[in-house]
């Protein structure tokens, strides 16, 4: 067990004896686990205030592999990628707060309002056929979908939930660490056409099952059986409420399984973030529109694809694809207006095509459908910010992000959030949120730049030029992510040119 606070290295109990240059290391490594690190930011992480030679990396480094030893497999923990860097190749779970003042982490609890609330854990795949977890994955998240639509509990996003896909947990830890007192966890298992669909709802404050289902069908009826499940969750959580609403009946076609089944591969790809899983999920999902039109969820997630692709700066035609984005998300508004994740596709969208105000308008309406959707909140802080009112998208930001701690595309968020302190003039506030961009993130060149504003705004140039030589190892995707805020907010984007030139960036 690494302890972050104390920067110790335990093992039963006791401190393992390790140099602070190895510590550091490690340190890093396990803050990024599974992403590459360039040997240069390891240099940074542990020789920041020093110039020292390549080989010093090496030899820390190598004494780290001897004192962890080899994986259960007979692999390293430290793996090399050649000629870029290393990566930590293990699992790496989360007991406590990293530092003072982060957010809630997989050991903290999120510190939210009174109220029931639930996670739902990705459904286990039950069979020999891996190549079907992506039907586990989907009905869990069409679960999640559906329990966003009651107002009166609070539901814990996917990215979060997601968290603990192929791990082995207690409902009392999941409660503890994403703060809930309701845990729904299940399986699926299919064969050819036939489904099975196990269920069950944990109180996790006492560990005692209030509810459990089995569903068995064919594979067109997988829509009925998730509406179904949420009904009953809810009804299970809050007995004596009256409930002034029942879950709406979402506007879908009669079930073309074979559409709705590109949809699930295409969400599986899709939250596997990079530039091939991206385009792979876009083709996935326009055929999925292909063969079933009607079909709100194939939309949607067209809409949400191809703003992701032009965000991360993938794309060779922007302006065309947002174009493809913001016709299926306002489709799929239209063939679903009760589900928020259909406004939500628009609002991303439209931030994308230079439209913040109707970007605005279809997060609020994502919230007034329910008001504990993460990503509605972040899309009203995202176009708040686009639109030019930084100091108003920090509060939907900020909640946005505490209602889903976990979520892998949370550096997005941070980037975002950090954006809006540094234009509101909150450089220290801007500084903090950048760092944990940076700590949950990849290697994405829009973090850096904006971290090195925040260090020129705050009279830190050496760590501003730190900064820089990162971004000029990072490759230059073919877009910018910042486009459109830029475009929205000249002189926004001239207050940026200027940091980075005094941070030594030359365009």
């Given at each position: 067990?690494?302890?972050?606070p104390?920067?110790a290295?335990?093992?039963?109990?006791r401190?393992?004896?390790?140099?602070?240059?190895?510590?550091?290391l490690?340190?890093?490594?396990?803050?990024a686990?599974?992403?590459?690190?360039s040997k240069?930011?390891l240099?940074?992480?542990?020789?920041?205030?020093?110039?020292?030679?390549?080989?010093n990396?090496?030899?820390?480094?190598?004494a780290?592999?001897?004192?962890l030893?080899?994986?259960p497999?007979?692999?390293?923990?430290?793996?090399?990628?050649?000629?870029?860097?290393?990566r930590f190749?293990?699992s790496?779970?989360?007991?406590?707060?990293?530092?003072d003042g982060?957010?809630?982490?997989?050991?903290?609890?999120?510190?939210?309002?009174?109220r029931?609330?639930?996670?739902v854990l990705?459904?286990?795949?039950?069979?020999?056929d891996?190549?079907?977890?992506y039907?586990?994955?989907?009905?869990?998240e069409?679960?999640?979908?559906?329990?966003?639509?009651?107002?009166?509990?609070r539901?814990?996003?996917?990215g979060?939930?997601f968290?603990?896909k192929?791990?082995?947990?207690d409902?009392?830890q999941?409660a503890?660490?994403?703060g809930?007192?309701?845990?729904?966890e299940?399986?699926?298992?299919?064969?050819?056409?036939h489904?099975?669909?196990?269920?069950?709802?944990?109180?996790?404050?006492?560990?005692?099952?209030?509810?459990?289902?089995r569903y068995?069908?064919?594979?067109?009826?997988?829509f009925?059986?998730q509406?179904?499940i949420a009904?009953?969750?809810?009804?299970?959580?809050?007995?004596?409420?009256?409930?002034?609403?029942?879950?709406?009946a979402t506007?879908?076609?009669?079930?073309?399984?074979?559409?709705?089944?590109?949809?699930r591969q295409?969400?599986?790809?899709?939250?596997?973030?990079?530039?091939?899983?991206?385009?792979?999920?876009r083709?996935?999902?326009?055929?999925?529109?292909?063969?079933?039109?009607?079909?709100?969820?194939?939309?949607?997630?067209?809409?949400r694809v191809?703003?992701g692709?032009?965000?991360?700066?993938?794309s060779?035609k922007?302006?065309?694809?947002?174009?493809?984005?913001?016709?299926?998300?306002l489709?799929?508004?239209?063939l679903?207006?009760?589900?928020?994740?259909s406004?939500?596709?628009?609002?991303?969208?439209?931030?994308?095509a230079n439209?913040p105000?109707?970007?605005?308008?279809?997060?609020?309406?994502?919230?007034?459908?329910?008001?504990?959707?993460?990503?509605g909140h972040?899309?009203m802080?995202?176009g708040?910010l686009f639109?030019?009112?930084a100091?108003e998208?920090?509060a939907?930001?900020?909640?946005?992000?505490?209602?889903?701690?976990?979520?892998?595309q949370?550096f997005?968020?941070?980037?975002?959030?950090?954006?809006?302190?540094l234009?509101?003039?909150?450089?220290?506030?801007?500084?903090?949120?950048?760092?944990?961009?940076?700590?949950?993130?990849?290697?994405?060149?829009p973090?850096y730049?904006?971290?090195?504003?925040?260090?020129?705004?705050?009279?830190r140039?050496?760590?501003?030029?730190s900064?820089?030589?990162?971004?000029?190892?990072?490759?230059?995707p073919s877009?910018?992510?910042?486009?459109?805020?830029?475009l929205r907010?000249?002189?926004?984007?001239?207050?940026?040119?200027?940091l980075?030139?005094?941070?030594?960036?030359?365009?």
């Amino acid at each position: 067990m690494f302890d972050v606070p104390r920067r110790a290295l335990v093992r039963e109990g006791r401190p393992v004896a390790v140099g602070q240059k190895g510590l550091a290391l490690l340190q890093a490594l396990l803050e990024a686990p599974t992403q590459v690190l360039s040997k240069t930011m390891l240099m940074e992480a542990a020789w920041s205030d020093t110039v020292v030679e390549e080989s010093n990396l090496s030899v820390q480094i190598a004494a780290l592999r001897k004192l962890l030893g080899p994986q259960p497999d007979g692999s390293q923990w430290i793996a090399t990628v050649p000629r870029t860097g290393y990566r930590f190749a293990g699992s790496v779970r989360v007991l406590n707060a990293v530092a003072d003042g982060a957010l809630p982490s997989p050991g903290q609890p999120a510190s939210l309002p009174e109220r029931p609330s639930i996670a739902v854990l990705p459904f286990a795949n039950v069979g020999d056929d891996k190549q079907q977890a992506y039907l586990a994955d989907g009905i869990t998240e069409d679960i999640i979908t559906a329990l966003t639509r009651f107002r009166w509990f609070r539901v814990i996003g996917h990215g979060s939930s997601f968290v603990y896909k192929d791990k082995s947990v207690d409902s009392k830890q999941v409660a503890r660490e994403l703060g809930v007192r309701y845990v729904l966890e299940g399986s699926v298992r299919r064969s050819g056409q036939h489904i099975r669909v196990s269920a069950q709802l944990v109180d996790a404050a006492s560990a005692n099952q209030i509810w459990a289902e089995r569903y068995e069908m064919e594979i067109t009826e997988v829509f009925a059986v998730q509406d179904a499940i949420a009904e009953r969750v809810a009804g299970a959580i809050e007995p004596e409420l009256l409930r002034t609403e029942s879950l709406p009946a979402t506007a879908r076609s009669s079930g073309n399984a074979t559409a709705w089944d590109l949809v699930r591969q295409g969400t599986w790809h899709f939250h596997h973030v990079g530039r091939q899983t991206h385009l792979r999920a876009r083709g996935l999902f326009r055929e999925a529109c292909r063969l079933d039109p009607e079909l709100a969820e194939a939309h949607l997630w067209l809409g949400r694809v191809s703003a992701g692709i032009v965000a991360y700066g993938w794309s060779d035609k922007p302006a065309q694809d947002i174009r493809e984005g913001l016709d299926a998300a306002l489709k799929a508004v239209r063939l679903d207006e009760k589900n928020p994740y259909s406004h939500y596709a628009l609002a991303i969208c439209s931030t994308y095509a230079n439209a913040p105000e109707q970007a605005v308008l279809a997060a609020e309406t994502a919230i007034e459908i329910s008001p504990s959707f993460a990503l509605g909140h972040l899309a009203m802080g995202m176009g708040q910010l686009f639109r030019g009112s930084a100091s108003e998208a920090i509060a939907p930001l900020e909640h946005g992000l505490l209602l889903n701690p976990h979520d892998p595309q949370n550096f997005v968020w941070f980037n975002i959030l950090a954006l809006a302190y540094l234009f509101a003039g909150q450089a220290n506030e801007a500084l903090a949120a950048a760092i944990k961009a940076r700590k949950v993130g990849p290697a994405w060149r829009p973090i850096y730049e904006t971290l090195a504003c925040c260090y020129v705004s705050l009279g830190r140039l050496p760590e501003a030029g730190s900064c820089v030589e990162l971004m000029r190892e990072i490759e230059n995707p073919s877009g910018d992510a910042l486009g459109p805020l830029r475009l929205r907010n000249p002189h926004w984007a001239d207050e940026m040119a200027h940091l980075l030139r005094k941070a030594g960036w030359q365009r």
